[in-house]
């Protein structure tokens, strides 16, 4: 009697799993591009960000989980008052985001974590964690053209390339809109 139990549960355990699994959208991969509009970073010198590219693919594990990656590439304009200069400066990177739907909706909250080159008088690279908040919009029938606003919280870890400081930590806040195409 004990050994049909068991086994009865481990039946329903293997069922229960593959019909997780099996629990996908209709249209699992979505492809984007958008721009990153203004925001302001936050380290020794306070900087405006400029405009910058996303580029993003994401497949559905279920209707509440996706994984993705991600490219960017940020340009911006820093202003020092303390040495009363300014200069453009450039970041790029790729990450790694998990994404949870509550409920399988169209809001979304996401964790990247990744790794960014930045250039400026001094190089820097280093570890990228970027927790992001946004909306999936899918108008019309489900599939085909998405719109995707979302807003970032970027934390730079990095390390100086040639600086007496050795290593500095940059936390920004950046929004971005998105459009791209669920199949």
Not at 93 to 116: E, H, I, M, N, S
Not at 117 to 145: C, M, N, Y
Request: aromatic share 12%; net charge neutral; proline share 5%.
């Amino acid at each position: 009697m004990m050994k049909q139990k068991i086994l009865v549960m481990m039946v329903l355990v293997v069922l229960g799993g593959t019909t997780v699994l099996m629990a996908q959208p209709e249209n699992p991969n979505t492809i984007t591009a958008g721009l990153a509009s203004m925001g302001v970073v936050f380290s020794d010198t306070t900087r405006l960000s400029g405009p910058g590219m996303v580029t993003a693919y994401e497949r559905a594990i279920t209707r509440s989980f996706s994984l993705g990656l991600e490219t960017f590439g940020d340009f911006s304009f820093e202003i020092n008052t303390y040495n009363n200069t300014a200069w453009f400066k450039g970041m790029a990177g790729a990450q790694t985001r998990v994404k949870w739907y509550p409920a399988g909706g169209p809001f979304f909250a996401d964790l990247g974590l990744g790794y960014a080159w930045e250039v400026t008088d001094v190089i820097r690279d280093g570890f990228l964690v970027s927790p992001e908040a946004g909306w999936k919009i899918d108008p019309g029938k489900p599939g085909g053209f998405v719109i995707i606003p979302a807003v970032t919280v970027p934390v730079f870890i990095g390390r100086d390339k040639g600086s007496a400081y050795g290593s500095s930590i940059d936390v920004g806040l950046h929004s971005t809109i998105s459009l791209g195409f669920a199949f």
